[in-house]
């Protein structure tokens, strides 16, 4: 009689394959001298790792829906790693020690936090309001502005639920809660925003042309001394600087959402910005807790999503081969590597895996991993039949508002918890 498949040795081969495909594009991002070692560890373990502690790729993708992972995938395929062999700094790579990024530094009282007091966040949506929340509740001003007072009123109603979510998880006080709720002020007029502002963040609808006129309009009203940031997840720092006379204090400022639960956030500094801007966003954002990871030069994707496609590219290859399913990727993630990679990045668990060990890793997955440059079947067929995820009410996955609501409130949860754990 045949001996019955091994599920746990499928399982453990597949979760191979998913760990190789994240550290192979992890070392790829260190040889293109975009990041370092260190600066891949700090995002993975503070934004990427912590939410797929609780879910997998499938799941993590449904809330942004094929359609648009289509375009992000799309994009990135292009270029990621199709490395079949060991690269040669990657024992180098596993060299650094723990710890943050290295940021630039400047001589004691060359930059100061203190001087930035007024924010300003322009586009009040998903992960504006969170953004504005945030710095309110580090004691800073902030002001909102959107197109219409009611996408305001919206944004200061969901800011105040998270302020409350904060203080109900004892992160903060309920006092704070309501002072930093009373610092966000709101209008729908660009110059009143950014008027008396030192830092703006530019967190409004994913469009180039959008944002360049944005930033040339900021640039025009904003005060001279003012950074100008942008939270865009695809373009990169030359594309809007070149909007402003001020490159040289433009700077990416990626978050991942929910950007007031996850410390991690990617600074990515275009070819004009000046060290000073670096090391005073840095700085800024370490004074308020955060854990920020320096992009040394732009790179399409910067660090998480690069390493997400990496991760999906190889996660959809496992379901079309047949090996697992979506629901058995998701869940074979969130217990397994995923949990892992909530409190240390992929470079210092392959260290602690052993170098060796790792090695003989990578010499046998690198060549069964997917090298696919398009975007997968798998996501086109949902795309092409309407089942992009939590908007459409079905994906891999089937969702009603109460279940996609249940989903939000336990990955909010669970975020909380380890923001208590590992601070
Ligand atoms: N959603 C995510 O997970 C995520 C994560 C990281 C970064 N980002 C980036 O953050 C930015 C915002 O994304 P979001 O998910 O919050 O989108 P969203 O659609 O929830 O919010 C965008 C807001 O911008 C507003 N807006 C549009 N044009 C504007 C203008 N001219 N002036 C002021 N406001 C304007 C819209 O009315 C809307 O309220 C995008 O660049 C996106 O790539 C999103």
Known sequence: MPAPPDNTS?????AARLRTALLRESIALVDSGSATPAAVDTLVRTT?????????????WEQIGWDLVQVIAGELLKDLSNATDVSPSFDSCLDHTDGGPPLPVL?????????????????????????ALEFAASGRSVRLHDLSPALLADALTRAEVGLRTLAGSGRISGADAEAALGRISTTTNVADCVRAADLVIEAASENLDLKKRIFQQLDTLAPARAILASNTSTFLPSAYAASTRRPEQVIGTHYYNPPHLLPGLEIIRGPATSDRTAATIGALFESIGKQPALLAREIQGFIGNRLQVALLREATSVVEGGLATAAEVDQLVRTTFGRDLASAGPFTLAR??????????????LPLLSNRRTVPELVLQKVASGALGVKAGRGFYDWTPESAEAWRAHMADSLLGMEAHQQ
Do not use: K, Q, W, Y
């Not at 499928?10 to 597949?14: C, R, Y």
């Not at 001589?107 to 953004?131: C, Q």
């Open 10 to 14: 499928n399982l453990s081969a597949i």
């Open 48 to 60: 990427i790792g912590r939410r797929l502690s609780v879910a997998g790729p499938f799941e993590i």
């Open 107 to 131: 001589a004691a009282g060359t930059t100061t936090t203190d001087a930035i007091s007024h924010v300003a966040v322009i586009g009040a949506g998903l992960m504006g309001h969170g953004i």
């Open 352 to 365: 602690r895996a052993g170098l060796e060990t790792t090695r003989a890793v990578l010499v046998h997955n």
